[in-house]
Antibody, heavy 122, light 106 residues
Framework: EVRLVESGGDLVQPGGSLRLSCSAS????????MHWVRQAPGKGLEYVSG????????YYADSVKGRFTVSRDNSKNTLDLQMSSLTTEDTAVYYC???????????????WGQGTMVTVSS | DIQMTQSPSTLSASVGDRVSITCRAS??????LAWYQQKPGKAPKFLIY???SLESGVPSRFSGSGSGTEFTLTISSLQPDDFATYYC????????FGQGTKVEIK
């Protein structure tokens, strides 16, 4: 079974940092682009970040550029998102997402994790 | 970035109805369009890719059409399990999503 499991979501103060992780199983992780998509409470979907198959290329939405860093470890089948300088605008459910191909960031997203909640509040 | 606009924002329909949702791109995206279904408290589910190709396991009552800037998701006979919010997404360039269309019970 293809599966993505996120962890690391928490309540954090404005200006703080947080690291999200995603553990993948059931497919050849190194063959696919991987991405993060978020959804603020009651809102739509927003693409956050993506990474190429070998981790050599990374992509970010303007809203997080310079604050978030995506990385992957193909030996451990894990995807991470390091978030810093968090603001209340970053409050959302963060989904780990598998690309349907090896292309990043321009890809469709065929497998989604269950999501992890990040709340930025004082 | 390419902007995606869905219409309507909300659609009220009954079981058995044929429903259609439109997604328009701010510039041509060829056929690089996907559709997702999301139920409350759940992750989105991948339905359609390349505008009209049905993902494995998705019921055949779902279909997609269009190319360029205008696309349509059609559900041929609405079932109780189909009441949800639907999103389009372009992947011609940096990914962007439509704002969503909620399909609710009439």
């Amino acid at each position: 079974e293809v599966r993505l499991v996120e962890s690391g979501g928490d309540l954090v103060q404005p200006g703080g940092s947080l690291r999200l992780s995603c553990s993948a199983s059931g497919f050849t992780f190194s063959d696919y682009s991987m991405h993060w998509v978020r959804q603020a409470p009651g809102k739509g979907l927003e693409y956050v970040s993506g990474i190429s198959t070998n981790g050599g290329s990374t992509y970010y939405a303007d809203s997080v550029k310079g604050r978030f860093t995506v990385s992957r470890d193909n030996s451990k089948n894990t995807l991470d998102l390091q978030m810093s300088s968090l603001t209340t605008e970053d409050t959302a459910v963060y989904y780990c997402v598998k690309g349907s191909s090896s292309f990043a960031p321009s890809d469709a997203f065929d497998i989604w994790g269950q999501g992890t909640m990040v709340t930025v509040s004082s | 970035d390419i902007q995606m606009t869905q219409s309507p924002s909300t659609l009220s329909a009954s079981v058995g109805d044929r429903v259609s949702i439109t997604c328009r791109a701010s510039q041509s995206i060829s056929s690089w369009l996907a559709w997702y279904q999301q139920k409350p408290g759940k992750a989105p589910k991948f339905l359609i890719y390349e505008a009209s190709s049905l993902e494995s396991g998705v019921p055949s009552r779902f279909s997609g059409s269009g190319s360029g800037t205008e696309f349509t998701l059609t559900i041929s006979s609405l079932q109780p399990d189909d009441f949800a919010t639907y999103y389009c997404q372009q992947y011609y360039s940096f990914p962007t999503f439509g704002q969503g269309t909620k399909v609710e019970i009439k």
